[in-house]
């Protein structure tokens, strides 16, 4: 319950959320792997694809996740680096 603790996890679900949005969000799909990508492409509702996102971004690690969000908000991390 310390507050460092709190705003660690506050933080980290800020980022998952952000990660979610952007990638459900207009063409935001086209981030994904290409894996996930196509299965994305081959769902036909919203739901299901929310799923599938929300199944990719569950399965990132925290470093993995860090990593995706600074590339896709800040911009501290080479674009050329794969997603």
Do not use: N
Not at 42 to 57: G, I, N
């Amino acid at each position: 319950m310390s507050p460092r603790l709190k705003l660690v996890e506050y933080r980290g679900l800020e980022i998952v959320k952000d990660i979610f949005r952007a990638l459900t969000k207009d063409a935001g799909y086209l981030l994904l792997p290409q894996d996930f990508k196509q299965s994305y492409e081959w769902l036909r509702t919203a739901e299901e694809k929310k799923r599938l996102v929300c199944d990719f971004v569950a399965g990132m690690t925290d470093k993995y996740a860090i990593e995706f969000f600074g590339r896709l908000r800040h911009g501290d991390q080479s674009i050329f680096k794969p997603f």
